[in-house]
């Protein structure tokens, strides 16, 4: 119950707060977001670069992770007995 009213006071405050400071709450808000896009943007080459470097690591070069290959390789093995079904059906 504490904390439902703690919550309700909290957020009551933060909507005077913004209504009092508008103008001050968009300019943070203009200068926090190329911040984060450039944090973001920093983090996406980052872990780009890291599983370019561990896939030349393990000598792949497709982009298929192994998930991906094993059902490839399934789906293989799952036609040629789908053909060899049809040929003992024929005869």
Do not use: H, R
């Amino acid at each position: 119950m504490k904390t439902l009213i703690a919550g309700s006071v909290a957020a009551a405050l933060g909507l005077i707060g913004m209504a009092v400071w508008y103008t001050p709450f968009l300019s943070l808000l203009k200068g926090s977001i190329p911040v984060m896009l450039l944090l973001g943007g920093c983090l996406a080459l980052y872990l780009g670069f890291d599983e370019l470097k561990d896939s030349m690591k393990n000598g792949s070069s497709s982009d298929l992770s192994p998930v991906e290959n094993d059902k490839d390789q399934e789906i293989g093995d799952l036609k040629k007995e789908i053909e060899e079904l049809k040929s003992k059906n024929k005869e």
